[in-house]
Each structure stands twice: as structure tokens, then as C-alpha cells.
């Protein structure tokens, strides 16, 4: 099975910030990885998916890339907003597997 | 503007079985094209899929639970449901129903559409 590695599990930055997120497959899944944002005590929400395409409604200061095993979400300017636990999850087969999660605080 | 809701009982005695329903409003499960799927979260932990079903039946599983699932779907009535034998205090988490577009591939696209989660506790 294939395994998705996050990191760090948990960051802290500054509003304004430049934030990355790192997720690894244990095995190249193309571009068949989501990302999503859950914030405290809600439901998660879809970001991104096939690693770098926005899902309509979320704030372009979002992307994402990748390809293979390697992928990243970044942040490009931090909101107060954008606290949040982000998961990534690999739909390469019909086994769907999450990350471990990140969870992103402001400093 | 498709939604879903979760239902069922928040408390199960261990070694009962864990039933709960998806109810689909806003669009029809029988029109095809998407898999239905059960997701849960434990207590401060991460997300952990369960499975998903098709309108015709077919269904796919975790390997990690699939001794103990069974999901199945009415269209009659538009919902999906989760059942979940055994069921002891590792199964309790909130579990949300989800849908994902089947792509050309027959694989599951990413879970665009959420429940509201409904907690279920483990307790006897």
C-alpha cells in the first residue's frame, strides 16, 4: 500500500507569511493528489486536486505542485484565516489514503 | 447544489454493530458518475477513508476494515449507508459521508462534497 508522509506536522508563522507544505507517496501517483483545508471543529474543505489545480471559490494565495511522489501546498502570503489542519490524499487507485496532517497556527 | 447529511445513533455498545445513513439532497444517486464514500475522524486524529459504493452496488473498501463494513445504497430513497460490525472503543470518531466523481479511469476522484460528520461513540 501506498503511504502518505506530511510535513512538518505542525507549523507557526507570521501573518503574511510564505507557508510549505511537503507530502511524500511512498510510490509515484502521478498527479492524483488532493489537498484540504479543515479548520477547528469543521468539515474539510477541498482546496486543490490532481496536485495543482484549484477548486473554484479558494483564494489564489493557494497552489499547489507536484508530481510523482514529491508534492507541496504553499501558502503564499498567511491569513488569520488559514488556520487550519491541511491533509493531503493520494486517488491514484480505487484505495484512498490521507496524510497525517499539518497543522498550521499563526505565531 | 448537492448535499449530504449523516444520520443515526451517536452511542453503540462494543461488539454491536455501528449503522449509520447518508441522505443525498440536490441531486440523484442513480444518475451515475460519482461514488458515495464513509470517511471518519477520531478524536484529534487525521482522516481515515472507509469505503465507497457506486449507485449500481459496487463497492470498494479500506483493507484495514473491510472484515467489518458493509456499505449499501437505496436509491429509491437517494442515501448510502455504513455499517460497521464489532465495533469497539477504537470505532468511535466522527464518520462523514462524501462524494467523489468517478473519473474515466473507474478510479475515485478527489471527495468534493462533504457531510456535516456525526460523532458516534463507543460506550457501553
Known amino acids: 500500500d501506498i503511504q502518505m508522509t506530511q510535513s512538518p506536522s505542525s507549523l507557526s508563522a507570521s501573518v503574511g507569511d510564505r507557508v510549505t507544505i511537503t507530502c511524500r507517496a511512498s510510490?509515484?501517483?502521478?498527479?492524483?493528489l488532493a489537498w484540504y483545508q479543515q479548520k477547528p471543529g469543521k468539515v474539510p474543505k477541498l482546496l486543490i486536486y490532481?496536485?495543482?489545480t484549484l477548486q473554484s471559490g479558494v483564494p489564489s494565495r493557494f497552489s499547489g505542485s507536484g508530481s510523482g511522489t514529491d508534492f507541496t501546498l504553499t501558502i503564499s502570503s498567511l491569513q488569520p484565516e488559514d488556520v487550519a489542519t491541511y491533509y493531503c490524499?493520494?486517488?491514484?487507485?480505487?484505495?484512498?489514503?490521507f496524510g497525517g496532517g499539518t497543522k498550521v497556527e499563526i505565531k | 447544489q448537492v448535499q449530504l447529511q449523516e444520520s443515526g445513533p451517536g452511542l453503540v455498545k462494543p461488539s454491536q454493530t455501528l449503522s449509520l445513513t447518508c441522505t443525498v439532497s440536490g441531486g440523484s444517486i442513480s444518475s451515475g458518475g460519482y461514488y458515495w464514500s464513509w470517511i471518519r475522524q477520531h478524536p484529534g486524529k487525521g482522516l481515515e477513508w472507509i469505503g465507497y459504493?457506486?449507485?449500481?452496488?459496487?463497492?470498494y473498501y479500506n483493507p484495514s476494515l473491510k472484515s467489518r463494513v458493509t456499505i449499501s445504497v437505496d436509491t429509491s430513497k437517494n442515501q448510502f449507508s455504513l455499517k460497521l460490525s464489532s465495533v469497539t472503543a477504537a470505532d468511535t470518531a466522527v464518520y462523514y459521508c462524501?462524494?467523489?466523481?468517478?473519473?474515466?479511469?473507474?478510479?475515485?476522484?478527489?471527495?468534493?462534497?462533504w457531510g456535516q460528520g456525526t460523532m458516534v461513540t463507543v460506550s457501553s
Open positions: 510510490q509515484g501517483i502521478s498527479n492524483y
Open positions: 462524501a462524494r467523489t466523481e468517478r473519473l474515466s479511469s473507474g478510479y475515485p476522484d478527489a471527495f468534493d462534497i
Open positions: 490532481a496536485a495543482s
Open positions: 459504493i457506486y449507485y449500481s452496488g459496487s463497492t
Open positions: 490524499q493520494k486517488y491514484n487507485s480505487a484505495l484512498l489514503t
